[in-house]
């Protein structure tokens, strides 16, 4: 009997436990990445400690921040074209949704160059990309173009272009009292400004009911508003940043 109990254990169990041992463990979904290059047209030389981060975003959702699904961060930049190669989980991307790159250079930490237009994605079959950024002022006076005492009209709120027919806008005096529409309703409060540095306010309002697009618009913008913490000027437009650099609203100056 026992000698039965070996010769079947080493002819029939003995080989399935090998064989399990030896089965392949299901991978995980492969890594993907997208590639490209950054650079922009001003004939200067990036110093040493700038900075470059690209990150592939989640834009999908109009009343939500924009979700980072991958970010390379590149010290010190280097000189442009920059090349760049940004990891993904592709198990993260849904079919329906929409994605974009963007980029910023940074040096000490301030905002010198970034991407005013959105750059759409196909993460899963994206081929390499050319981002060409804007470089912005470091000064609110810098330029003949100021911050105070003008008409700004919102272009994109949290990475996603406002919709054409509802207008957001704002208007900073010197004092620093803040004035203008979320998209239905008037808003009023005040910033503090120091440098290139910003912070808002609590925002009082009007208590209009509009159609839903605008209320909608509305709500994004004073979220987004709440998060600035920096502003920059580049050409005529109005970049306002978050602690960590990402541009959440840009305004051109209005007519």
């Given amino acids: 009997m026992i000698g039965k109990l070996a010769e079947y254990f080493m002819f029939g169990v003995a080989p399935l436990l090998a064989a399990m041992l030896v089965l392949p463990v299901a991978a995980s979904a492969e890594e ?25 975003i989640d834009v999908s959702l109009a009343d939500a921040p924009a979700k980072v699904l991958g970010q390379q961060k590149i010290a010190p930049a280097g000189q442009v074209p920059i090349k760049f190669t940004v990891p993904f989980d592709p198990a993260a991307i849904r079919t329906g949704m929409s994605y974009a790159l963007q980029a910023r250079i940074t040096v000490d930490d301030r905002l010198w160059f970034i991407n005013d237009v959105r750059y759409a994605v196909d993460p899963l079959n994206a081929g390499p990309q050319s981002m060409l950024l804007k470089m912005v002022r470091q000064s ?9 005492d003008q008409d700004w ?56 009911a509009c159609e839903q697009a605008a209320m909608d618009q509305e709500h994004k913008f004073h979220q987004a508003l709440g998060r600035v913490t920096a502003f920059a000027l580049a050409e005529g437009k109005l970049f306002f940043a978050d602690k960590d650099g990402k541009a959440v609203l840009r305004f051109a100056a209005g007519s």
């Fill in 32 to 56: 993907k990445t997208i590639t490209g290059e950054v650079l922009y047209r001003e004939r200067i030389a990036l110093p040493r400690q700038a900075v470059l981060t690209v990150q592939l």
């Fill in 140 to 148: 609110a006076q810098a330029e003949d173009v100021s911050i105070f």
């Fill in 153 to 208: 009209v919102a272009e994109d709120i949290d990475g996603t272009a406002v919709t054409d027919k509802i207008k957001t806008t704002m208007r900073i005096a010197k004092d620093g009292k803040v004035s203008g529409r979320g998209g239905c309703n008037g808003y009023f409060g005040s910033a503090k400004i120091d440098g290139t540095a910003i912070t808002f306010g609590h925002m009082g309002a009007t208590q209009m």
